[in-house]
């Protein structure tokens, strides 16, 4: 027959896999905010650098041009603001389902424990009744 702690072992053994494959999304997700968010500071630093340089044209057309290139640039850092904001959140979510993951993995281990401390002092209270039933047949009448 065996333990509860060793019945309960496989679910162990699924929880841990769990956490894992939720702190690898987790990390996955970090990644993938990190890399937004630069590709939003190196167009931030393209538009800065591109409104402090003038090319010298004072025509009316090239002005024109200059202005839209650069709400071209301003809608593509509000846009990647947004993919920033989807991103949080998602890395919130991600990181939501790791913390039940690690709480559900660290309960079952405490559970395991506790089970396993029960059988070793139920093992100590069998051999020491053991012991005394030897030592009550030893004793000289």
């Given at each position: 027959?065996?333990?509860?702690?060793?019945?309960?072992?496989?679910?162990?053994?699924?929880?841990?896999?769990?956490?894992?494959?939720?702190?690898?999304?987790?990390?996955?997700?970090?990644?993938?905010?990190?890399?937004?968010?630069?590709?939003?500071?190196?167009?931030k630093?393209?538009?800065?650098?591109?409104?402090?340089?003038?090319?010298?044209?004072?025509?009316?057309?090239?002005?024109?041009?200059?202005?839209?290139?650069?709400?071209r640039?301003?809608?593509?850092?509000?846009?990647?603001?947004?993919?920033i904001?989807?991103?949080?959140?998602?890395?919130?979510?991600?990181?939501?389902?790791?913390?039940q993951?690690?709480?559900?993995?660290?309960?079952?281990?405490?559970?395991?424990?506790?089970?396993?401390e029960?059988?070793?002092?139920?093992?100590?209270?069998?051999?020491?009744?053991?012991?005394?039933?030897?030592?009550?047949?030893?004793?000289?009448?």
């Amino acid at each position: 027959m065996s333990s509860r702690a060793t019945q309960l072992q496989p679910a162990v053994d699924q929880a841990k896999q769990r956490t894992e494959d939720a702190l690898a999304q987790l990390a996955l997700q970090q990644q993938q905010l990190a890399k937004a968010e630069h590709q939003l500071s190196e167009l931030k630093r393209y538009r800065q650098e591109y409104a402090a340089t003038g090319d010298g044209s004072s025509t009316v057309g090239a002005l024109l041009n200059r202005q839209k290139f650069v709400e071209r640039i301003d809608h593509a850092i509000a846009q990647q603001n947004n993919e920033i904001v989807r991103l949080q959140r998602l890395l919130d979510q991600v990181r939501g389902r790791w913390h039940q993951a690690h709480a559900r993995e660290s309960a079952l281990d405490s559970v395991i424990e506790h089970c396993r401390e029960e059988e070793r002092k139920a093992a100590d209270r069998h051999e020491q009744a053991e012991m005394d039933e030897r030592m009550q047949y030893r004793r000289p009448r």
